[in-house]
């Protein structure tokens, strides 16, 4: 059995060129647009051939195929074969440019508008989106930065690892639709109310301390970091190796920012008997 096999799908216009661009840079190999009733035999050919890492890109470009991806997927859970789905989403505002910048109809459009074609691939999507193992929303993310999140949750040699990706962000902008955990940490005082703070961010030490020694906050990160090392191991035996915690503040600029940081130092290194690979980044620093 191939020892990483992953079914890489989503949204149109998502970024699935530049994931599957990315993973064969990282090694692996990558099947673009196969028909659902031939993963099996690709996966036992994979086996043949000793390929350590196999991709296969699923979509509704198929049209009639994608509609057995349900099917085909059950029938490999059935015979034991060890996989994971990666679904790729964006808003449906970030999706409308990204057509409109390149002037290409959505594939299931028709005769309608884009917001048509995509409001149907959600729903033929539902489902798959549902059971996936890892969620990436690129709404905000360029390909550089799309190219790197590639890196970081499916970099070879790590796969006895866990990656965690603790994401701060500011609740007036929404909850990260690819969060697995949720934190709130708007019961600490808010920096904003502090003139020479203000300007700043929690990338900035002095926030960071700031925030950090507000009564109980050192108690709450060290309680939750101890919560998320209990939960690795489960999620690993579930084949999940990539988790993201959500930290969110009103604004995603101060108290967000802070504590993510300090979770992912924590968190970064061994733990429950894990190697665990954490790092911070700030989906809403800058966007006042």
């Known amino acids: 059995m191939s020892k990483e096999v992953l079914i890489l799908t989503g949204m149109t216009g998502a970024g699935r060129s530049t994931v599957a661009h990315a993973l064969e840079d990282l090694g692996w190999y990558v099947v673009d647009n196969l028909p659902p009733t031939l993963l099996s035999d690709l996966i036992n050919q994979g086996v043949q051939s000793e390929i350590s890492a196999l991709a296969v890109v699923v979509d509704v470009r198929g049209g009639k195929f994608f509609d057995e991806l349900a099917s085909s997927l059950a029938h490999l859970k059935k015979s034991g074969t060890n996989f994971r789905v990666a679904f790729l989403d964006a808003t449906d505002q970030a999706l409308v440019q990204r057509f409109e910048s390149t002037r290409r109809p959505h594939p299931l459009q028709g005769s309608g508008r884009i917001v048509d074609g995509i409001a149907a691939e959600r729903e033929k999507l539902q489902e798959l989106l549902a059971q996936a193992d ?7 993310l360029n390909v550089h930065q799309l190219e790197k999140r590639t890196a970081e949750i499916f970099a070879q ?22 969060a697995d955990l949720v934190l709130d940490c708007r019961f600490i005082p808010n920096p904003h109310w502090i003139p020479e703070l203000r300007p700043l961010s929690g990338l900035d030490e002095k926030v960071k301390s700031t925030v950090l020694a507000n009564p109980g906050v050192g108690d709450f990160v060290n309680t939750y970091v101890s919560l998320i090392q209990q939960m690795l191991p489960g999620y690993l035996r579930e084949g999940k190796k990539y988790l993201t915690v959500a930290i969110g503040c009103t604004g995603g600029k101060h108290r967000s920012v802070s504590v993510a940081r300090e979770i992912a130092d924590k968190l970064d290194g061994e733990g429950a008997g894990l190697t665990i690979s954490a790092h911070a980044s700030h989906r809403d620093v800058g966007r006042e």
């Open 134 to 140: 890892v969620v990436i929303d690129t709404s905000n």
């Open 157 to 178: 040699g790590l796969t006895q690892s866990v990656r965690v990706n603790v994401l701060s962000f500011g609740y007036k902008y929404g909850i990260p639709v690819d």
